[in-house]
T-cell receptor, first 117, second 112 residues
Framework: EAGVAQSPRYKIIEKRQSVAFWCNPISGHATLYWYQQILGQGPKLLIQFQNNGVVDDSQLPKDRFSAERLKGVDSTLKIQPAKLEDSAVYLC???????????????FGQGTRLTVV | KQEVTQIPAALSVPEGENLVLNCSFTDSAIYNLQWFRQDPGKGLTSLLLIQSSQREQTSGRLNASLDKSSGRSTLYIAASQPGDSATYLCALRDNYGQNFVFGPGTRLSVLP
């Protein structure tokens, strides 16, 4: 089965510019996650969707970050305006979880490495 | 709030050695725990998933154990190879949320 697809792989932007990342989860996976991984640290959850509804966005900096998952499949994550501290790898993951069945394996994409200069 | 730690932060071993990576967590109320491998500049590759009702899982040269009562999981790698060099992350899903909480990772170097 095809894995989680992300694009672009790399992005360099200047601070205060905007940027968008795209994720296509594994077919049939209801749950989609966006994580931010700063160099040398473990990934930190930004937002979790189940189908096209938000399950958890408590750690998403909503003044500059936004995400959507129209039609419950693909998802986009946007940063506007970007700051230097947003430099990180943005990882998308998906799992089969539905409702309270949360014991399934998560699969990650290759990530997008963002550099803000 | 669940806290996940991994010790050591970095480990260097000669090829052929057996080794153990550690993952500790503060709250034993978890759904499952998953071990991942991350190569430089790459995403995460799932290695093993242990459900809360299980004590261990095995895949090839890898064995992961889970002791909820002590808040620990270990990843055992047998007969290490240079190709095992990567960062190993543990992540758990706790009963208070549905997302994964990650440890900071252990960076492993296996020297030929």
């Amino acid at each position: 089965e095809a894995g989680v697809a992300q694009s672009p792989r790399y992005k360099i932007i200047e601070k205060r510019q905007s940027v968008a990342f795209w994720c296509n989860p594994i077919s049939g996976h209801a749950t989609l996650y966006w994580y931010q991984q700063i160099l040398g640290q473990g990934p930190k959850l930004l937002i979790q969707f189940q189908n096209n509804g938000v399950v958890d966005d408590s750690q998403l900096p909503k003044d500059r970050f936004s995400a959507e998952r129209l039609k419950g499949v693909d998802s986009t994550l946007k940063i506007q305006p970007a700051k230097l501290e947003d430099s990180a790898v943005y990882l998308c993951a998906s799992s089969r979880d539905r409702g309270r069945a949360v014991n399934t394996e998560a699969f990650f994409g290759q990530g997008t490495r963002l550099t803000v200069v | 709030k669940q806290e996940v730690t991994q010790i050591p932060a970095a480990l260097s071993v000669p090829e052929g050695e057996n080794l153990v990576l550690n993952c500790s967590f503060t709250d034993s109320a978890i759904y499952n725990l998953q071990w991942f491998r991350q190569d430089p500049g790459k995403g995460l590759t799932s290695l093993l998933l242990i459900q809360s009702s299980q004590r261990e899982q095995t895949s090839g040269r890898l064995n992961a154990s889970l002791d909820k009562s002590s808040g620990r999981s270990t990843l055992y790698i047998a007969a290490s190879q240079p190709g095992d060099s990567a960062t190993y992350l543990c992540a758990l899903r706790d009963n208070y949320g549905q997302n994964f909480v990650f440890g900071p990772g252990t960076r492993l170097s296996v020297l030929p």
